[in-house]
């Protein structure tokens, strides 16, 4: 899923103060940021009462609407909330940026700021640590690294890793990360494949991923 | 041929030193620490934005050495730089004089003076290798372009006996030699035992016979110093003796910097009775003047000429 974080409060606030805000349509998302604790329903209303808070000790008046689309990346979605957004001054929208691009794109005219910091295509374990597992690289070879990915879980990007600063499991940079390639080697003796480990993987060709100016794609 | 590889080839123990280039645009540090260095080694390495921490350019201190008539190691790490950048900066390189290039995949930008910084990571230290030997071999840039005059040098890697897993770190040298390493300098040397575990790795898979290995050895200048590298370098491995044996010099009243500068040499006769060993580099990071002390005492001097 698309995993997200709130913008602090104050962030958010100074955005709707600069853009002169008093009627603020706050649009939450019902898919991955629900999953993420950082724009579903409950996160809407939370962020709402706070709002609501600081606007009163502040002695500006703001009215806030609330609304939770099923999904704010598909017009089809986004179309319901089209009497909403009419109404507002602005939409804050606690979606992830392809949300709040495609919102944008739907209601031309009208203000549409993000209450989100869009972090990374990941999954999360039990004690709800969410962990970047894809970069949306667009040539994906999870089929060579025993299902781990290289290019988000090594720091450097590496395809002939671990590098020497890889030390018990960890990676260099922090000892908060595991080390992408230890994984990627204990998975694939797991699996049985640690000799394919071995082999030199040759210079990437990038021009699949992110340096190619925005990416296309026609749907059949 | 380079001077190194000279060496190399001709069976003698071989001594590679270190120079860090300044923080700012004074050549005359260069050149200064070049005067203490000259002769003491057959080729110095030049580090490249060391530990992320911007510096002089290595290829433009690699030249201000060939002037002073040393011979440069140009390191180059792919963390700065993508393809296109590394392949105009080795043609450069080559062009003004250097012969040998450390392909690295380079500290990550965290660690250094902009941690701000977008890495680029294009290449790793594996790519960066076959792409250089490729330019010399098949005179061919990574896209294939064709060239005249091809880059001549003599190519290094590094590798890290002490970084884990350490099943991996002999196949990992072994995957370096098949991309074109000619040398390696390891990691600093301080776990011997480890060290001689991983070499006797190395000889079983036949890579003594394939590529030059030069140990990395480094005067440990106070126990502060050693402690330091033990707890916050990652991949650095000091044992508690010689922790032990610089904080009593200092106990006794002696000077710990000698202390570091005799475990040092101790390490280096200690890797001269090791299978495989080809040569010592001596990285005596921003204390370039213990060099000379080291390779003397060491019965390294003097070094044959090129
Ligand atoms: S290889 Fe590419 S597509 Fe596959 S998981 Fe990694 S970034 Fe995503
Ligand atoms: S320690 Fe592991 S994850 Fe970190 S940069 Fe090195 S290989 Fe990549």
Request: proline share 5%; with cysteine.
């Amino acid at each position: 899923m698309i995993v997200g974080q709130r913008k602090p409060i104050d962030e958010i606030y100074a955005m709707i103060v600069a853009n002169d805000v008093k009627k603020l349509l706050l649009g939450g998302c019902g898919t991955c940021v629900t999953i993420s604790f950082a724009g579903g329903e409950k996160e809407v209303a939370e962020l709402t009462a706070a709002l609501e808070l600081k606007a009163t000790s502040d002695g500006w008046t703001l009215e806030i609407t609330q609304l939770t689309p099923l999904r704010q990346c598909e017009p089809e979605y986004t179309r319901e909330m089209a009497d909403a957004v009419k109404a507002a001054d602005a939409v804050l929208s606690l979606s992830c940026g392809v949300g709040v691009q495609t919102l944008a794109a739907e209601f031309p005219g009208k203000r549409v700021l993000p209450g989100v910091n869009t972090m990374m295509l990941g999954s999360h374990s039990p004690d709800r640590l969410f962990i970047e597992y894809c970069g949306a690289c667009g040539d994906c070879i999870l089929g060579e690294t025993g299902g781990i990915c290289p290019i988000v879980r090594c720091s450097k990007s590496m395809l002939n890793g671990p590098c020497g600063g890889s030390v018990n499991g960890k990676c260099e940079v922090s000892p908060d990360i595991g080390c992408g390639w230890q994984l990627i080697f204990d998975k694939l003796n797991e699996l049985k494949l640690g000799a394919t480990w071995d082999e030199v993987t040759t210079a990437r060709d990038w021009r699949p991923s992110w340096h190619g100016g925005p990416r296309r794609l026609e749907s059949k | 041929m380079s001077n190194l590889q000279r060496v190399l080839e001709s069976g003698k123990f071989a001594v590679t030193s270190e120079l860090g280039p300044p923080r700012d645009a004074d050549a005359s540090v260069v050149i200064e620490k070049a005067k203490l260095l000259k002769g003491q080694s057959d080729a110095v390495n030049i580090t490249d934005n060391q530990t992320a921490i911007v510096r002089m350019s290595s290829i433009a201190a690699a030249k201000l050495l060939i002037d002073e008539g040393l011979e440069p190691v140009v390191q180059m790490t792919c963390r700065d730089r993508n393809r296109l950048a590394m392949q105009a900066d080795i043609l450069g390189a080559a062009a003004l004089g250097a012969k040998n290039l450390l392909c690295l995949t380079g500290d990550h930008q965290k660690f250094g003076d902009h941690p701000q910084a977008k890495g680029v990571w294009d290449l790793d230290s594996i790519q960066l290798l076959q792409m250089v030997k490729a330019m010399r071999d098949d005179k061919k840039l990574l896209g294939g372009q064709e060239m005249a005059v091809a880059p001549d040098l003599f190519i290094g890697a590094a590798e890290n006996p002490f970084a884990d897993p350490f099943e991996l770190r002999a196949r990992r040298l072994a995957k370096k030699v098949a991309a074109g390493a000619q040398f390696i300098q390891t990691q600093i040397v301080y776990n011997v035992p480890k060290f001689e575990k991983w070499m006797e790795e190395v000889r079983a898979l036949g890579l003594d016979k394939k590529v030059y290995i030069m140990a990395g050895i480094s005067p440990l200048k106070s126990a502060g110093m050693a402690k330091y590298m033990k707890n916050n370098v990652p991949g650095m491995d000091v044992p508690d003796e010689y922790i032990a044996r610089m904080t009593a010099a200092k106990d006794e009243g002696r000077e710990p910097k000698e202390e570091g500068i005799a475990i040092a040499v101790e390490l280096i006769e200690k890797m001269k009775t090791i299978p495989g060993i080809a040569g010592v580099h001596v990285m005596a990071i921003e204390w370039e003047e213990a060099v000379p002390d080291i390779v003397k005492a060491a019965g390294l001097l003097p070094r044959p000429m090129g």
